[in-house]
């Protein structure tokens, strides 16, 4: 029964928690408390992710989703934590970070991706197995088109999606006209705020 939730909750439209875990109060931690934290934040995602299962099959509503985010989150502050500690572990020790070393190449596309290395018993230069599934060069000649292409679709959906913002940022002072500029600034800080207030779509029934 530890996969479900405390009968209290079955059937609730609401169930109160807090908020998920920051990393200033897991830094002052010990290990051991990390590692006994980590397996509860665990039972917990996985209690919360059958009563979310299980919900569905019932076509019930699963009261406040958003507490597998806090879980997940919670988790990935952790695990960043922990990883504080072991590159500072390793850098006191051997002067290096102890993460693997990795390096950013190019596929056949001409795509970048992040690329970890890892040790092989036979050198790249005589290993034909390794060398034939990790093929890090192109030809741009043959993959100029594609390029182009693939970079405009890029450029086209940043395009829209900032559109997007634009137009959401015109309806916001359109229908709060006294709302905290502040916060739109800092959640659209890429976005000319003062030159959008003035925009027709954002002065609605206040236009002179």
Known sequence: MEFFDDKKNW???RVYVGRSWRKEELRIKSNSDLHKLWYVLLKEKNMLLTMEHECAEKN???PN???IDKVMESMHHLEEVVRERNQAYYKLETGETGERPAKVVYNQLGLTFFYKMFEHLIPKFMNKKWRDSH???YSYSETKQFLLLYREKL???????LNRDKNHVQGLFKRFPNMDEEFVREKYSELNIDNLKEKKKALGHKMN
């Not at 450029?155 to 999606?161: G, Q």
Request: zero cysteines; aromatic letters at 22%.
């Open 155 to 161: 450029f086209n959906e940043k395009r829209k999606a």
């Open 60 to 62: 019930k509503i699963f």
């Open 135 to 137: 093929k890090f060069y």
């Open 11 to 13: 059937g609730q439209d």
């Open 65 to 67: 989703p958003e507490r």
